[in-house]
């Protein structure tokens, strides 16, 4: 129930699942981005989470623990986008450990922040998040990039993130859309797996070349008539990568 101190209804406030079973910290997180004007929803666990993602009004973004009494916060992050839940995720880690990160990445979530951290770079990154979101919007609207394009046989929207290949739907998480979307902008140009791992996964300093491997051939498996043979996303032996559009 809204109290008095609830901001007026000028707006309707953005919302936001935070998914942390700390009670201390959840309550300190809540105060903090409803002070911002979020309207904040707390999950201690991962089924509260589950339930709480049934709400037809949504959530504009999800700030979600690792560590959860019941589920892991990678995993829950995987289910949220198999089940077609493309909310962005902030996953708070345990410590700045980069395998975390990656993981939290590989299971689709959209950035990470190491615990402790300090308040403001929290909802720094929770609003940048946010930002995005409208970022993609906006160039749709503004007529910008073009956000919808063909790939031999493929169709990607990178709005709306539906994909199809030879007419049938396929789910890519957000990262997997922003390292094609990455290929995509950078068209017959070789880009390393460095380059790739600090523009796409914003990743400085971690020097092993497996995940953008993996990701590569998550999507030739989608994009690729014959993945063993690319012929849009090809390998340029000691350098990295090149998108042939
Ligand atoms: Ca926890």
């Known amino acids: ?102 993981r939290g990445l590989e299971a689709g979530a959209d950035d990470y922040i190491s615990k402790p951290f300090e308040l403001p770079e ?21 007529g910008g990039p073009r956000s919808v394009i063909t790939i031999g046989d493929a169709r990607v929207d990178f709005e709306s993130h539906e994909v199809t290949v030879r007419g049938e739907a396929v789910k890519l998480t957000r990262l997997e859309l922003d390292l094609l979307r990455y290929f995509v902008e950078h068209p017959g140009k070789v880009v390393s797996r460095q380059q790739l791992l600090e523009d796409v996964w914003k990743l400085h300093n971690y020097s092993t070349a497996r995940t953008v491997d993996n990701f590569v051939s998550r999507l030739r498996r989608h994009f690729e008539p014959d993945p063993q043979n690319p012929t849009h996303i090809l390998s340029v032996r000691g350098a990295g990568y090149k998108f042939v559009p």
Request: glycine share 4%.
């Open 1 to 102: 129930m809204p109290d008095e101190a609830s901001t007026p209804a000028a707006t309707t406030p953005v919302r936001l699942l935070l998914v942390e079973d700390e009670e201390h910290l959840a309550a300190g997180l809540r105060l903090n981005l409803e002070l911002d004007a979020f309207e904040v929803v707390v999950a201690g666990t991962g089924r509260e989470a589950a339930e709480a993602l049934l709400s037809p009004r949504g959530f504009a973004a999800i700030v979600l623990d690792v560590m959860l009494p019941d589920i892991d916060g990678f995993t829950l992050c995987e289910r949220i986008r198999s089940a077609g839940n493309y909310t962005p995720v902030l996953m708070l880690t345990a410590r700045n450990d980069p395998e975390d990160r990656v």
């Open 122 to 142: 929290l909802l720094a990154r929770v609003r940048s998040l946010l930002r995005r979101r409208h970022w993609d919007r906006r160039e749709e609207k503004s």
